[in-house]
């Protein structure tokens, strides 16, 4: 639980205020972010370095992966009391700088902004199948409002003919990601063994996988087409979850990505707030072909940026960050 007693009294709010930030979420946990301290201000950059060119050749996903973590940044800096002023994409000339997050002093924050803070501790993706148990309309009201708050839209699929549809284009994406060589090449190279001591990367305990396996699974991933595999699994997860939902933006560039992310993270929190599971079936938005069908199936005007299973389930593991002095500065 974030409680005002967890908090540093003075001084170092702001990197203690980091340090929740790089809790969020970032495709194939590459935590594509650095921080810098200016003043009263934190400097949100974009970390090139850990781009997925085949995954996401445009930085799509790296760019809402950093506006998740300038989410909980904004979140962890109102628990502390701070007033927060957020500016995206200050300077035309540097795109990698993404935000400049002013602060001053400002009220206290809300029993629903402490909400969001106390998530933060105990949120992780949960990739199990979820329980036969509907999410309240009351909820995903809320759920559809976080994300309107963040400039984003939120698209469930409640008809059965939409979940029939999705899964259909997620099944055709798994196969066309998976026969790509590099497209396993590259996930290979950010699985992680169960007992490794990297600070990055996708876990095989994340994805259920036990310690002897998890140290094969980069071998496999990167020599065999599981295509058909993953697409059955996939399959029965959609059709296992109560609630399947699509976020999306108006436009489809660096702002609005960044927007996506903020809007992922405060339904991240919200969830995890309630209780409720979410995991990610991204693949038809991850293939060119298909994002339009997605776009479609929405019925909504924009571009869909995320695809989220949510539901009520056993939670999800903690994963590694890399340590603060590795994102600063
Ligand atoms: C933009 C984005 C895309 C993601 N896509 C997937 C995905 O397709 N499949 C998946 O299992 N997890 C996906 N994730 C979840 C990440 O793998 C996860 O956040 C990361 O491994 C850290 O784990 P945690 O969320 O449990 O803290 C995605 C996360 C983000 C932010």
């Known amino acids: 639980m974030t409680t005002p007693e967890t908090i540093p009294p003075t001084g170092d709010k702001l990197a203690w205020a980091i340090a929740q930030a790089v809790r969020a979420p970032s495709s194939h946990n ?9 003043g009263d201000a934190i400097e949100l950059f974009a970390d090139r370095t850990r781009a997925l060119p085949v995954a996401d050749p445009d930085q799509r996903e790296l760019t809402i992966s950093c506006g998740a973590a300038l989410f909980h940044l904004r979140t962890a800096l109102r628990v502390c009391g701070f007033d927060v002023e957020v500016d995206r994409l200050p300077d035309h000339t540097h795109p990698d700088l993404l935000a400049r997050v002013t602060v001053r002093a400002g009220p206290e924050p809300t029993e629903d902004e402490r909400a969001l803070g106390a998530a933060i501790a105990t949120r992780a993706t949960s990739r199990v199948p979820y ?32 979940r029939v549809r999705l899964v259909a284009m997620i099944m055709e994406a798994d196969h066309l990601q998976w026969e790509s060589h590099p497209f396993r090449r590259e996930l290979a190279r950010w699985m992680r063994a169960n007992d490794s001591p990297a600070r990055d990367g996708i876990f095989g305990y994340a994805f259920g996988i036990d310690n002897i396996e998890s140290h094969f699974a980069a071998m496999a991933v990167r020599l065999m087409d599981r ?9 029965h997860l959609a059709d296992a979850s109560p609630l399947l939902a699509v976020i999306g933006t108006e436009g489809d560039w660096a702002l609005p990505w960044l927007r996506a ?8 929190l919200r969830a995890e707030s309630e209780s409720l599971r979410v995991a990610y079936l991204n693949q038809p938005v991850e293939v060119p072909v298909l994002r339009g069908a997605v776009g479609e199936l929405t019925g909504r005007v924009g ?8 539901g009520y389930g056993a939670q999800g593991p903690a994963t590694p960050r890399r340590a603060l002095s590795e994102v600063l500065g």
Do not use: K, N
């Open 30 to 38: 590459t935590q594509p972010w650095r921080f810098r301290i200016h």
């Open 131 to 162: 329980l036969g148990v509907t999410v309240p309309d009351d909820l995903v009201d809320r759920l559809r409002r976080d994300v309107e708050a963040e400039d984003a839209w939120f698209a469930p699929l409640p008809e059965e003919s939409q």
């Open 227 to 235: 295509g058909a595999h993953e697409a059955v699994g996939h399959a």
């Open 261 to 268: 992310g903020e809007a992922l993270a405060r339904v991240l």
């Open 303 to 310: 571009s869909p940026q995320l695809i989220l299973r949510i």
